[in-house]
């Protein structure tokens, strides 16, 4: 199985259309790679089916989101709760 953080990577350059290797693991989603947060809502649903999780979009910080490691550590806390 392939790391949580890869994945984010690759749905991110399927939506952003870059290389996933040009996306490092502390980009911020805002600043770096220009999410917005009208964005980020239909980056969240594609990143639930692809890593099998679900977001409570009540509980989400901005701390959660502010980068890519971020994101990922987010998943694997969700995946690890289940």
Same mark, same amino acid.
């Given at each position: 199985? @392939?790391? *949580?953080?890869?994945?984010?990577?690759?749905?991110? =350059? !399927?939506?952003? =259309?870059?290389?996933?290797?040009? *996306?490092?693991?502390?980009?911020r989603l805002y600043e770096s790679l220009g999410i917005d947060s009208a964005a980020i809502v239909s980056l969240l649903l594609e990143l639930e089916q692809a890593c099998?999780? !679900?977001?409570?979009?009540?509980? &989400?910080?901005?701390?959660?989101? +502010? =980068?890519?490691? =971020? &994101? +990922?550590?987010? *998943?694997? !806390? &969700? @995946?690890?709760?289940?």
């Amino acid at each position: 199985m @392939k790391p *949580i953080i890869e994945t984010v990577k690759e749905t991110l =350059s !399927a939506y952003l =259309s870059i290389k996933p290797e040009e *996306i490092g693991d502390e980009d911020r989603l805002y600043e770096s790679l220009g999410i917005d947060s009208a964005a980020i809502v239909s980056l969240l649903l594609e990143l639930e089916q692809a890593c099998g999780v !679900a977001f409570d979009l009540e509980e &989400l910080t901005p701390e959660h989101l +502010a =980068s890519v490691r =971020s &994101l +990922a550590l987010t *998943i694997q !806390a &969700l @995946k690890d709760d289940e």
